[in-house]
């Protein structure tokens, strides 16, 4: 069975630019998340989909992040522009329906500069 | 408001002996209870969960405990293997939300 896959695996890019993360779930899994981990911490629910539908999205600062999952398959995750204190990896992860067996992908880590 | 604490940011074993995981939580709404562990440049794999119905569940080497009335849980890793060196975390949730993790554990298993 294949994995979480997401690209890119790395990015730096500058303050102010604005960066997309692709995610593509494991098959027939509904449920997708996407989660921020900064350096030192454990990993932050940044927004919840169910399908193509959002299911809690409470701590996405929706004034530069932005999510979506067309088809309720693949998502992208959007950060536009830029802060430094973005930095961080950013993991995707899938689940037939929470919460056991959320699988994670390998992360996208983003560096601000 | 941190709702799921991991209060030992390391801990050192050596190889063969008992390793002891804590995770401490504030909601006692919380369904189900998650160890992770990531190795550098991965993602988190699941290790083990246990639901709040029960106090103990094992999987080979692996055993968590849960107090509720603490409101507390525990990994414990018996034997411990160079392998097993990973950081470790604790995750929560209720039926149908997001998991809500800790800061994590860093183990290191020495030979």
Known sequence: EAGVAQSPRYKIIEKRQSVAFWCNPISGHATLYWYQQILGQG????????NNGVVDDSQL?????SAERLKGVDSTLKIQPAKLEDSAVYLCASSLAPPIGA?????TRLTVV | DQQVKQNSPSLSVQE???SILNCDYTNSMFDYFLWYKKYPAEGPTFLISISSIKDKNEDGRFTVFLNKS???LSLHI????PGDSAVYFCAANQAGTALIFGKGT????SS
């Not at chain 1, 990993?43 to 169910?50: C, D, E, S, T």
């Not at chain 2, 018996?78 to 293997?81: F, L, R």
């Not at chain 2, 860093?106 to 298993?109: A, R």
Request: avoid cysteine; hydrophobic fraction near 40%.
């Open chain 1, 61 to 65: 600062p929706k004034d530069r992040f």
């Open chain 1, 43 to 50: 990993p932050k629910l940044l927004i919840q989909f169910q």
């Open chain 1, 103 to 107: 699988f994670f992908g390998q992360g």
């Open chain 2, 78 to 81: 018996v034997p411990s293997q």
């Open chain 2, 106 to 109: 860093t183990l290191s298993v």
């Open chain 2, 16 to 18: 063969g002996r008992i």
């Open chain 2, 70 to 72: 603490a409101k507390h």
